[in-house]
């Protein structure tokens, strides 16, 4: 039987939310902001955030080749689902569910850094940091674990959990 133990609860998140909303809403006062949520992981935490912030912003998805039904990154990231919205003269926050070895993110910020934005900046749900591999850095973050798999709020294992309202350690 596999195990669901509390991390974070619904009323915490909403509280992290609210005030990472008020710094990004500081830092991104009187610039064109446009956040890009990677599907499908972070669509629960855009929809939230974006909510909460003060200023204008465009919003974007992005799609990339993820976990399937393994624990580990495969390592080699693909783009099913680029971007349609221009970045130039824009500052882009890229929104991720949860960094783990950072390789998934450093691709998609180089990729977007490519296409000539104004600056480009990272902001994640859970930043986990254990496994990192890369020296990709997490601007803004919810929340900060050393390890552990996490489901709930978006995140899914293998598909499941992202409808839960909380946050979760899975134990398998
Ligand atoms: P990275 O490239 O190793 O940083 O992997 C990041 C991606 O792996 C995230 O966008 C998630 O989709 C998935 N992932 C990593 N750790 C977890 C976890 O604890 N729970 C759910 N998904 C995870
Ligand atoms: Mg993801």
């Given at each position: ?11 915490e ?6 005030q990472?909303a ?15 949520g990677?599907l ?13 912030l ?18 580990t ?12 919205l ?11 569910d ?40 997490v601007d ?8 552990g ?7 899914d ?6 409808n839960?309202p ?5 134990k398998?």
């Amino acid at each position: 039987m596999s195990e669901l133990i509390p991390v974070l609860t619904e009323t915490e998140i909403e509280q992290h939310i609210h005030q990472l909303a008020q710094r990004i809403s500081d830092d991104y006062r009187n610039k064109n902001l446009m956040m890009i949520g990677v599907l499908k992981g972070a669509f629960v935490f855009l929809s939230d955030l974006m909510r909460r912030l003060t200023i204008p912003v465009e919003v974007e998805f992005v799609r990339l080749s993820s976990y399937g039904k393994s624990h580990t990154s495969s390592g080699k990231i693909e783009i099913p689902k680029d971007l349609c919205l221009d970045v130039k003269d824009k500052h882009v926050l890229i929104v991720e569910d949860i960094v783990d070895t950072g390789v998934t993110l450093s691709t998609l910020a180089a990729h977007i850094a490519s296409l000539n934005p104004k600056s480009v900046k990272i902001c994640a749900l859970i930043d986990k940091l254990e496994r990192r591999k890369t020296d990709c850095q997490v601007d803004y973050a919810c929340h900060t674990v050393e390890g552990g798999f996490l489901v709930g709020y978006g995140l899914d294992y293998a598909e499941k959990y992202r409808n839960l309202p909380a946050i979760y350690h899975l134990k398998l």
